[in-house]
């Protein structure tokens, strides 16, 4: 018997309808193979991060219990991004779709292909105010905790889109 995961995953959009590519992530997380899905935030608009004059995203993250391993677990992720017409021409850029694994478990991995925890979670507000939503009293594994990091960042660029239950309300 597999030992289930608790992880953290990072949803953006920010092109081809941000709010569809989010509803239907979210109904592709659900069906993932040896994963149970936990929750999902409420959605926030903030502004991009990356070059040129892109449109605001949309920004979520959700819970799953998964028996998937990291990288199994990047690879689905990966699929689904390619599903929904993710493309990779550029760093930063606009995208239909991102999905990051932001934490797995309490584990720190550090490969090419993959850095959990995420390597910039710690400094973005659209990342941090849905893990705020899902668990406040959450701890990293640097041993800070969530508030600590809430308190160290610029607030002014990110406001509540949609509740989470509403936006689960629309994919049902």
Request: proline share 6%.
């Amino acid at each position: 018997m597999s030992v289930s995961a608790l992880a953290y995953i990072g949803l953006g959009s920010n092109m081809g309808m941000p709010m569809q590519q989010l509803q239907a992530a979210y109904i592709a997380l659900n069906k993932l193979p040896g994963t149970r899905f936990g929750e999902i935030s409420n959605i926030y608009q903030s502004a991009a991060v990356g070059p040129g004059n892109q449109p605001d995203y949309l920004n979520a993250v959700a819970s799953l219990h998964t028996e998937l391993a990291p990288e199994k677990l990047l690879l689905a992720l990966q699929n689904i991004e390619i599903a929904q017409g993710r493309t990779r021409d550029l760093r930063w850029g606009a995208r239909t779709l991102d999905l990051d694994i932001l934490l797995y478990g309490d584990l720190q991995i550090r490969t090419p292909d993959l850095v959990i925890p995420h390597a910039e979670m710690y400094r973005r507000s659209f990342v941090l105010f849905p893990l705020f939503d899902l668990n406040p009293a959450l701890v990293f594994p640097d041993g800070k905790n969530l508030r600590s990091h809430l308190e160290s960042i610029d607030k002014s660029s990110i406001s509540m889109s949609c509740s989470a239950e509403a936006f689960i309300n629309t994919c049902s």
